[in-house]
């Protein structure tokens, strides 16, 4: 017999008899044309004879649908299907695996007990297939009192409530112990064995000690079945000062740069090296890490991703648990000597690093500990720093403008910043604080900002950069670093686009660009980090700026012949499509006025260049969007384009996580926002927020400031 396929709804799917079916829906492939599946849906009312475009949806696996049929979110089951990682590695759990859920609104650490297969075959839709659920032990001694003194089962999860996965190494069927030595080491000092369903403890960091009076002279520090003796009177200088061995709480600089954080699990010399080295379990996943083995030994066991070998020397103290410096001062270690000459090295180069290719993007930049790392209050400048200059060179010109005075802020954010990111992929939190102290104004250093104050202050007010923008009012031109939309409240629509609050808001005030800009950066109209004019905005992935350029010339609305009228009355004629431009040529002029409910318009001359040949067609003059800032409430993140594919998007977090006293910034690809948007560029799309991913909707329901580009101009101004 044939195995079932199986599939999930990605498009919200056209009507189906009288009911359409949203996206996130799971069915059954009974029968396949051309273009389209015959279809069981799961679940749903309208469940049999489903004919489905092939376009609208996903195969997935008969386990994939198991797991997403009990997830009664649809939204979520979307949000876990373009999360591939995470969703393949919850698709792969088994009994003993640990993982983290969502339990009562808390993030709570627990190992799979069983894999429970829910429902009855033959009912509400559940005879193709049964739903699947995981029991999970919490690892919290007052959750397991309680549940082993009452007789209750463990909790049970479905997909969507479960936010990480660690799952335990399971041994290679040809491993062998005795023929690697350095796996008996690893035993010796607690570390989990290799029998399949060992749970692994887990070190949780300590709490920050007190005074050092309540110190005995030798303290013995406990976690996780972890210990490592401090001597000495006080625990801050013991951690400067006492030798490293295993089980000792460590830090280290990673190849992009990063300071990262775990436990010594080996210490000795490897083969073929002639000096002492150590082997580091981290506290979470970098790319291109290794389990624990190296050239071909393995020395120590740990999660893939998660070993590192370092020089012994290159080593130092996890100083998390040293005196907590000022908050002005983030904290700032002394490179390993090896670290440090590369940086010298890389430093004394003055070639400037270009913007990061598309090629190469999600391998320099996805991950934890990428990005730029935020520190108190920085999310303003981080964000913005972050959208501007990994991968456009729109404003590359502010990193070589002749200034006398300013020489070493424009260098702190050229060498520290730019292209530090441009080259590894991370800024630590030190070199951001330099240019901080740097803008003329201590309150940089801890207050919140907004994006705009920061780029006026550093672009006009220190380095006296040219104005970005000159926009011709009333006969004059103003000059600006970025454009506030203004609207008065009885033009708000329900669902803007950028393209159509821009052309409003220029019309209006009678305002047109004297110059296409190279970037045009684009406030959203809200009042206030809370208050929102329009509960959402669609972004314009090309900004058409043809029809707000002074001097220039244009199409006539109707006939397509050279446009020498604009009438602003005629934007909001429901008669004549609603929302956009309307200029005119005089005998399409005089066609359209001679209405007796538009006489009263008051159409204006546009300025057209002199001798301009009429049969000549329109240029069109169009702006590409490169970056979004978004802000809830007071956290401001971004999505960049990273390259030319519809898909190529990525979000920023400069403070996603946090570790002791330091920030963990992360970058994730989010190809589900390219998606979105090249439906939205197609035509107007209804926007369902309880089925739109969770990506999709910030970006819909947050965003702050467009960043757009014009490529063209880019390397010339």
Known sequence: MMEKRFFIITRKQTKSGRKSIDKGTVGCVEKET????????????????????????????????????????????????????LFSAISALQENDLVVVRHNNVETPGVVKRLLEKGKKGSNGLDVLKSMAFEVELLQEAEHRYSQSRGLAYPVFNAGEILQVSSVDRPNPTFKADEHKGAQKQRDIGQQ???????????????????????????????????????????????????????????????NGATVHGVVRWIGVPEGKSEHWAGVELDY???????????????????????????????????????????????????????AERRFEADSRNEDAPPIPESSALQLLEGRMKGIQGHYNSCY???????????????????????????????????????????????????????????????FTFEEKDPEEFLSVLLHQVLSVDPLLKIRSNEKTQDCYSYQIILEREEAV???????????????????????????????????????????????????????????????FLCGAVAELECYQCLRDPRLMPGMIKQFCRPC???????????????????????FPASIPVPRQKMELFAVLCIETSHYVSFVKY???????????SMADRSGDENIPEIKACPQVGEFLSQSEEGPVQVELECTDVFVKRLLCDSYMFMYQCPALCLYR
């Open 285 to 339: 996943e970098l790319k291109d890490c290794l389990d624990g083995q190296l050239g071909g030994q393995r020395y120590f066991n740990c999660d893939r991703n998660k070993g590192m070998f370092v020089k012994l020397r290159d080593l130092r103290p996890d100083s998390r648990f040293l005196p907590a410096p000022s908050y002005m001062e983030p904290p700032c270690y002394p490179e390993p000597q090896a670290a």
């Open 193 to 255: 064995n290799s029998d399949s369903n060992a749970v692994p403890q887990r070190r949780q960091a300590p709490e920050r000690p007190g005074p050092p009076a309540a110190l005995s002279p030798t303290a013995a520090v406990e976690n996780g079945g972890l210990k490592r003796v401090v001597s000495g009177g006080s625990l801050g200088s013991a951690l400067q000062t006492a030798p490293l061995e295993l089980g000792s709480l460590t830090e280290l600089q990673a190849s």
């Open 381 to 443: 400048l981080d964000s913005a720093l972050f959208s501007l200059f990994s991968f456009s060179p729109a404003l590359d010109s502010v990193l070589h403008c002749p200034v006398v005075s300013e020489e070493l802020i424009q260098s702190v954010l050229r060498r520290d910043i730019v292209n530090r990111l441009r080259r590894q992929g991370f800024v630590p939190a030190e070199n951001v604080m330099k240019l901080r102290q740097l803008l003329g104004c201590d309150s």
């Open 643 to 653: 390259g030319q594919g519809r898909n190529s998007w990525l979000f920023f977090d």
């Open 589 to 611: 002029d005089k066609q359209v006025h001679s209405h007796r409910q538009r006489q009263d318009h008051q159409p204006r001359e546009i300025s057209l260049p002199r001798d």
């Open 34 to 85: 051309e273009d389209e599946f015959i279809g069981t849906l799961i679940n749903y009312s309208a469940k049999q004879g489903c004919s489905l475009k092939k376009d609208n949806l996903q195969l997935i696996s008969r386990h994939e649908a198991q797991l997403l049929i009990f997830t009664d979110n649809l939204a979520k089951r979307l949000e876990l299907l373009h999360n591939r990682k």
């Open 494 to 556: 329900s669902v803007p686009s950028v393209q159509l609050l821009l052309e409003r808001s220029f019309l209006s005030c009678d305002l047109k660009f004297e110059e296409i800009p190279s970037c045009l950066i684009i406030q959203m109209p809200r009042f206030g980090k809370k208050f929102k004019m329009f509960p959402k905005i669609i972004p314009s992935t090309e900004l058409d700026i043809t029809d707000l350029l002074y001097n220039t010339p244009r199409e006539c």
